[in-house]
């Protein structure tokens, strides 16, 4: 059974276009991310949300918008895709807990996004 | 600015050499440290991490990580790396009293020739 699970596992789409990319976790983690990974290999986390509320939210173009219908869903919504958005999207969870086990993150398998 | 540096971006090594890989981080509280490892074409997997105890942590398949407070450092070693772990590798940190936010540092290709 796959922890964390991303879909589509690649994306190929115009300019301009408006699409999503699905995350769900079946870990019972409370907390899940989205992280772009650029051509350099570059991670940087975008989102966070911890139990369905947004804690983290870096500088990100307001195209990108997170929604969380459960603490085992994220999804991402990008609108208006632009060429500088292609990258890899990992989604990522954790369980908030003591310091002896915080926020180690489970990541997805990536969804890589191109756009033309 | 909390940020994490990983100051060699590409490493090339033959199999039965020893492997250092730097990581630097900037925070002013106490942090949790972490490596992570990105084998190509896969996500991104755990490899060690550090909360407290002893300074010098064990991961998986031998690779361990020392941690220097004085130096902010967390830097990863192996005694002989093998052709399998070419691979991409992330530090990351985060405050322990942060809201849960891990910055990873910009990573380290690791090609080990056979």
């Known amino acids: 059974d796959t922890a964390v699970s991303q879909t589509p596992k690649y994306l190929v789409t115009q300019m301009g276009n408006d699409k999503s990319i699905k995350c769900e976790q079946n870990?019972?983690?409370?907390?899940m991310y989205w992280y772009k990974q650029d051509s350099k290999k570059f991670l940087k986390i975008m989102f966070s949300y911890n139990n369905k509320e947004l804690i983290i939210n870096e500088t990100v173009p307001n195209r990108f918008s997170p929604k969380s219908p459960d603490k085992a869903h994220l999804n991402l919504h990008i609108n208006s895709l632009e060429l500088g958005d292609s990258a890899v999207y990992f989604c990522a969870s954790s369980l908030t807990g003591d310091y002896s086990g915080a926020n180690v993150l489970t990541f997805g398998a990536g969804s890589r996004l191109t756009v033309l | 600015a909390q940020s994490v540096s990983q100051h060699n971006h590409h490493v090339i090594l033959s199999e039965a050499a020893s492997l250092e890989l730097g990581c630097n981080y900037s925070y002013g509280g106490t942090v949790n440290l972490f490596w992570y490892v990105q084998y190509p074409g896969q996500h991104l997997q755990l490899l060690l991490k550090?909360?407290?105890?002893?300074?010098l942590v064990k991961g998986i398949k031998g690779f361990e990580a020392e941690f220097i407070k004085s130096k902010f450092s967390f830097n990863l070693r192996k005694p002989s790396v093998q052709w399998s772990d070419t691979a991409e590798y992330f530090c990351?940190?985060?405050?322990?009293?942060?809201?849960?936010?891990?910055?990873f540092g910009t990573g380290t290709r690791l090609t080990v020739i056979p």
């Open positions: 870990l019972g983690h409370d907390t």
């Open positions: 990351a940190a985060e405050v322990q009293t942060g809201a849960n936010n891990l910055f």
């Open positions: 550090y909360f407290s105890g002893d300074p």
